[in-house]
């Protein structure tokens, strides 16, 4: 079992950073694949960026590439979303997920856990 809590949302003008964490309970999380999905106001669910259990593999949606960085910290038990550059268009609810296997965690099918996601609000 692995429970997710997100935490660093908050409000932020166009082009500032926001780091956002998830703290990660139970001893099987370093061997999860860690991602983070986003959900705009009547939009649905997005993949924003994963992390392998071992951090060597990460993915990035195109929309965040160069400005988002993922990361993970096995020893805390804690993964990052570093979020620089941020436009109006960020703005979403953040959640935080785990899978077994990092492949299919773009498609957002199968997650195994959920966190309840930050709300992170980009202002013009």
């Known amino acids: 079992q692995v429970q997710l809590v997100e935490s660093g949302g908050g409000l932020v003008q166009a082009g500032g950073s926001l780091r956002l964490s998830c703290a990660a309970s139970?001893?099987?999380?370093?061997?999860?694949?860690m991602g983070w999905f986003r959900q705009a106001p009547g939009k649905e669910r997005e993949f924003v960026a994963a992390?392998?259990?071992?951090?060597?593999?990460?993915y990035y949606a195109d929309s965040v590439k160069g400005r988002f960085t993922i990361s993970r910290d096995n020893a805390k038990i804690t993964v990052y979303l570093q979020m620089d550059s941020l436009k109006p268009e960020d703005t979403a609810v953040y959640y935080c997920?785990?899978?077994?296997?990092?492949?299919?965690?773009?498609?957002?099918?199968?997650?195994?856990?959920w966190g309840k996601g930050t709300l992170v609000t980009v202002s013009s």
């Open positions: 997920a785990a899978d077994d296997t990092i492949e299919t965690m773009p498609q957002g099918d199968g997650i195994d856990y």
């Open positions: 139970g001893r099987t999380f370093r061997t999860y694949a």
């Open positions: 992390t392998s259990w071992s951090g060597r593999v990460t």
